[in-house]
C-alpha cells in the first residue's frame, strides 16, 4: 500500500459525512494536508449527489482546479467551465409527465439542474421541504420551460398513495431508461420524497470519465467515502478509504479504514498517510 500511496496522483472525496463534519466544515487540518499535497503533484476532486453549484464554495476552500462529479455520476464539470465534460438528462418527455402528474396530485415538485433547483408558483414551499443542501433555488414561470434540461426531477409529498402511483408510473414497463428512488424523510414527519434521474449513473461511473479525462489510471486514485452512493467508487479499482463512520458494507470493500469519523477530520488521517508515503 505504501508504494501505491507513493504514486498516488488523484483523491477524490465524497462530500456529507466524508469531507464535511457533522457541522458542516471541512477540517482545518484537511485543508493544510491538501494544499501540502497538491505541491507533489496530487490532485483533488468531488464526487457527491449534490448539484454542481452546491460543491462550488468547498472546492474553492481546498483550491480544486479540476472537474467536480456531481449528482452522483449524472454531471462532471469543471469549477470555471461554460461546459460539462459530462451530462446525462432526464428524457424530455419523461419530465413533462412528471410535470403533469404533479399538477394532477397536487404533488410538490422540482426539477434539478447543473446550477439550481426550479419550482414554480404553485409549488412555493419546495425550497423548505427538499433536503438538498446548498443547493439555489430559483422560481421561475414555468416548470415546463426546463423540461429538455433536467438532470433530476425530485417530488415531495405525504400522501403515500399519490407518490407510489407516481413512482410506479415511472419505472418500468411505462417508463424506460429512469432510476427511481421513493424513500420517508427523515427530518420532516409524514413527508415523502421521489426522485428521477436517467439510467447509468453512478459515482463510481463518474470517476472512471474523470480519470479517463485526467489521463490518470484507477491504480494511481483513490477515493474517500461513508455512504451506499460511495459503493461504485470502491468498484472501480482506486484505492478505497472509509471514514470510521462509514456504513459497514462499505468498510468491508474499503483498503484503508480510518480511525476518525467525519466530525473528527477522518480525511486528515488518510492525507497525513499520503504525505507521509510521499516523503518516504
Not at 175 to 190: D, E, I, R, V, W
Not at 254 to 276: P, W
Request: glycine share 8%; charged share 25%.
Amino acid at each position: 500500500m505504501h508504494n501505491r500511496l507513493k504514486k498516488l496522483r488523484l483523491v477524490v472525496f465524497d462530500l456529507d459525512g466524508t469531507l464535511l463534519g457533522e457541522d458542516g466544515t471541512i477540517g482545518k487540518e484537511t485543508i493544510k494536508l491538501v494544499s501540502e499535497l497538491k505541491k507533489t503533484g496530487v490532485n483533488f476532486s468531488i464526487a457527491s449527489g449534490r448539484l454542481h453549484s452546491a460543491l462550488l464554495d468547498f472546492a474553492g476552500q481546498l483550491n480544486i482546479d479540476i472537474p467536480l462529479i456531481s449528482l452522483d455520476g449524472s454531471y462532471i464539470r469543471g469549477i470555471n467551465d461554460s461546459e460539462s465534460i459530462f451530462e446525462t438528462f432526464v428524457k424530455e418527455d419523461y419530465a413533462r409527465r412528471a410535470v403533469e402528474y404533479a399538477d394532477k396530485f397536487l404533488i410538490n415538485l422540482a426539477l434539478c439542474g447543473a446550477d439550481a433547483i426550479y419550482f414554480d408558483e404553485r409549488t412555493p414551499g419546495v425550497p423548505q421541504i427538499l433536503d438538498k443542501y446548498g443547493a439555489r433555488y430559483q422560481e421561475v414561470k414555468s416548470l415546463y420551460d426546463y423540461c429538455g434540461q433536467t438532470l433530476e426531477v425530485v417530488f415531495a409529498g405525504d400522501n403515500r398513495n399519490s407518490m407510489n402511483f407516481v413512482y410506479n408510473r415511472l419505472k418500468f414497463p411505462h417508463a424506460f431508461g429512469l432510476n427511481t428512488s421513493m424513500y420517508k424523510s427523515q427530518s420532516k414527519a409524514g413527508l415523502y420524497y421521489l426522485e428521477v434521474r436517467k439510467k447509468g449513473s453512478t459515482k463510481g461511473k463518474g470517476l472512471l470519465r474523470l480519470l479517463k479525462y485526467l489521463k490518470v489510471k484507477a491504480r494511481n486514485s483513490a477515493v474517500v467515502g461513508d455512504w451506499y452512493n460511495d459503493i461504485s467508487l470502491f468498484n472501480t479499482g482506486a484505492i478505497g478509504v472509509a471514514v470510521a463512520n462509514a456504513i459497514p458494507e462499505l468498510q468491508r470493500k474499503a483498503d484503508i479504514i480510518t480511525e476518525r469519523t467525519n466530525s473528527e477530520d477522518g480525511v486528515a488521517e488518510f492525507l497525513e498517510m499520503v504525505l507521509k508515503a510521499k516523503k518516504g
